[in-house]
Every structure is written in C-alpha cells, then in structure tokens.
C-alpha cells in the first residue's frame, strides 16, 4: 500500500513563527499536494508539484510557500505563522497520468495551532 | 464558477434508504473521477473511481455524464456505518469538491 507520512499529528506554534510541515510518500509518484482543511470550508489547495523542484500554486498560496528537493519529500513552509493559518494541514500524492487512474492517497493530517 | 461543486447536504436518510451525490464539473477536458469518503478527524480515503461506462462496487455505484458534466454516487440500502463525508475530485491538478455529509439514521 501507498504510504504518506505527515511528520507531526499535532502542532501549537506561536505567531511569528516560521513553520515546517514535512511530508513523505513511498510509492515513488511523481505528484504531491499540499491542503487545509477547515470546517465549512472543504479541502482547499495550497500548492502541488508535478516532480522535483517544480511547483504550482493552488487555489489558497498566500503565506506559504513549498519545497521539492527530493521526489518522496514535499514540505510546506509558512513563513511567519499567523493565527488564521490555525487548521488541519493534509498531504496527499498521486501517480495520475493520461493512462493510469490511482486517485489520490492523503496522510494522516497535521492539527496545526497557531496562538 | 467554482471548478468543482458539490452540495454540501447534510443527507438524513434512514437505514435502508437509497440516497445519491451529484457532483458537477468545469473544465470539460478533466479525465480523471474519482469519489472519497471522509470520516469525522481522519483523512479522505479512495472510495471508487468513475469509469466512462459507470461501475459498480457492491452497494455503490458510480457514473459519469460528461454531456452534462457531472458524476454521481448511489448508495444503496445504506447503512449506519456509510454516515460520513462524500468528496469528488475531478481533476490531476487535485481540486476536490467541498464535500457531502451524509447522515444514515436507524
């Protein structure tokens, strides 16, 4: 089975602060995702990557910023934490192409509190 | 007009209800389908993918109508353990629809 690994479950950081959230997968796929998830509101996408230090912006890239160096690890950065990035913080990857059809395997989740 | 659109419910239906999502689309070049389901605090799980023809996998059923650019869930006979949340996800760039709640009352 595909594994994702988010490095933390839960997070409390204070304002100001410059965040890492680390993601790894080990099916050796070439896309990765970054998402929040806040009540009401559904996953939103932050930004994703298509292969090595390539990256596109999503729908919500204000405040974060990402790194690929390597094809399994795909982190997130926020650089000055604020109280509003306060969320649940989804990693997913994907081996999704014209001719394969493996959908989407998310990690665990990192709680994300910013006081 | 959102790329992805789903009404976010909640569906209350009894145990032993039919009950079906419809989720519409956008971008009419989208090849990929596929619906999730997610639980109260965890992360969505692969439910089904949708194939052009539609299939089926036990009480559920998935089918795409790309004239009218939309794909749809069936849940028959439902049970108490289907109450969760439904995402679709139409895209490779991984835009998933905000979801619906389905609640199966005994």
């Known amino acids: ?115 | 007009r959102k790329e992805v659109e789903q009404d976010p419910g909640p569906f209350n239906v009894p145990e032993g209800a039919t009950v079906a999502f419809n989720c519409t689309y956008s971008n009419s070049a989208s090849q990929s389908f596929f619906w999730y389901r997610q639980d109260c605090r965890k992360e969505p799980k692969l439910l089904m993918s949708v194939y052009s023809s539609g299939n089926e996998d036990g009480r559920f059923t998935a089918q795409l109508n790309r004239a009218s650019q939309y794909i749809s869930l069936l849940i028959r006979d439902s049970k108490l353990s289907d109450s969760a949340t439904y995402l679709c996800v139409v895209s490779s760039r991984g835009i998933f629809g905000s979801g619906t709640r389905l609640l199966v009352r005994p």
Request: hydrophobic share 30%; charged share 25%.
């Open chain 1, 1 to 115: 089975d595909v594994k994702v690994t988010q490095s933390s479950r839960y997070l409390v950081k204070r304002t100001g602060e410059k965040v890492f959230l680390e993601c790894v997968q080990d099916m050796d796929h070439e896309n990765m995702f970054w998402y929040r998830q806040d009540p009401g509101l559904g996953l939103r996408l932050i930004y994703f990557s298509y292969d090595v230090k390539m990256k596109e912006k999503g729908d919500i890239p204000e405040g974060y910023s990402v790194s690929r160096e390597k094809k399994e690890r795909f982190s997130l950065i926020l650089e000055s934490a604020s109280t509003n990035q306060t969320s649940m913080y989804l990693c997913a990857s994907s081996s999704i192409s014209r001719d394969s059809n493996y959908g989407y395997t998310f990690g665990s989740g990192t709680r994300l509190t910013v006081v």
